[in-house]
């Protein structure tokens, strides 16, 4: 019998305090109204300086495995997709591998840019627990972004907050949990659009550190807005088509929490209504590869997706990089482990 992967357990945690646009705008000089309007984002979630993405990721672990009803050494595979790790080495997986008690797993990072991460580090998971590798897999995917991005860089700024989503991927009965799955990528176009140094071209040295390098995310925000709106709707119809499925017949999609016009742009090109679109941008702004997995989790808990209706995931950013992932949901007979 064909394995499947479906997703057993969902989490997600967002720190605790709560920076408002109005306070944002003190440090970029812009209103909190306007990027309300422009971005649907209201609030973001900032971490403690004493938090690290781990100690994040730990908490939203821990939900998944509670919903998945997986105890940490049955979980065979850590996957941990970030540009904000702990530290360049270990692994952050590692690290949570050990904080977990996840004796028997597995565990690596995975950087594909920041948001794009949810779909790339799923469909890592999907090959593992498709070919019977790994029975059951913890992914990973979010930021600590208040730690890299400069508050007074009003391209920048606005759009971010911190929060990490987890899911437990387990193998299911075929036809259930992901049906089809898409990844892509333009460097030829993205790779300089949004980018985050410290790496070996731009090496952590002081001369870069003061010149700020460093310490800052930077982005080409109207070559962004380009490629989102053409390609959040583009990757919709990609893993629909593939799956053989109807985008009509989509029940809920899941986007990459960007810009609230950014995803209203791509529904209305592909000619589907917003009720069918999970948003929570307006609490936690973007969250990185962590969105789609934190207005997932969120989502699920309030009851709003159910058992065998098609849920598509999409997320896209640097590189430019993109995937999406369609799903027909899993009950808990539907697994076979």
């Known amino acids: 019998m064909r394995r499947s992967a479906g997703i057993a357990g969902l989490g997600f945690y ?17 209103k909190g109204s306007w990027i309300e309007e422009r971005l649907g984002i209201k609030m973001r979630r900032i971490a403690s300086q004493d938090q690290a993405l781990s100690d994040l990721a730990y908490y939203a672990a821990s939900r998944a495995m509670d919903q998945a009803e997986v105890h940490a050494k049955q979980i065979d595979l850590i996957i941990v997709c970030a540009i904000s790790h702990d530290k360049r080495a270990p692994a952050t997986a590692a690290i949570l591998q050990k904080r977990l008690g996840a004796i028997n797993s597995a565990a690596f990072d995975v950087n594909v840019g920041g948001c794009p991460g949810s779909s790339y580090s799923l469909v890592i998971a999907q090959q593992f627990v498709e070919n019977g590798m790994y029975d059951t897999v913890l992914v990973i995917s979010g930021e600590i972004y208040s730690k890299i991005v400069d508050f007074s860089d009003r391209n920048v700024a606005p759009f971010f907050g911190d929060g990490v989503g987890a899911v437990i991927l387990k193998s299911c009965r075929e036809n259930k949990g992901i049906i089809s799955s898409v990844l892509g990528a333009d460097g030829e176009g993205g790779a300089d659009k949004i980018v985050c140094e410290g790496g070996s071209r731009v090496s952590i040295n002081l001369k870069n550190f003061e010149s700020g390098k460093l310490t800052k995310i930077e982005m080409d925000n109207k070559a962004v807005w380009k490629f989102g709106t053409q390609i959040f709707p583009r990757v919709v119809e990609l893993v629909s088509n593939k799956a053989g499925v109807d985008k009509e017949n989509i029940d809920w999609i899941i986007p990459h929490q960007a810009n609230i016009n950014m995803i209203k742009k791509g529904i209305k090109t592909l000619g589907l209504s917003m009720d069918n679109v999970y948003t929570n941008m307006d609490r936690y702004a973007n969250t990185g590869g962590g969105s789609v997995l934190i207005a997932l989790a969120e989502a699920f808990e309030k009851g709003l997706i159910k058992s065998d209706e098609y849920v598509v995931l999409a997320s896209f950013g640097a590189g430019f990089s993109w995937g999406a992932l369609l799903m027909r949901w899993c009950s808990k007979d539907d697994f076979i482990i």
Not at 14 to 30: A, F, K
Request: aromatic residues 12%; glycine residues 12%.
């Open 14 to 30: 967002v720190p605790e305090r709560i920076m408002y646009n109005d306070e944002l705008g003190d440090y970029c000089g812009i």
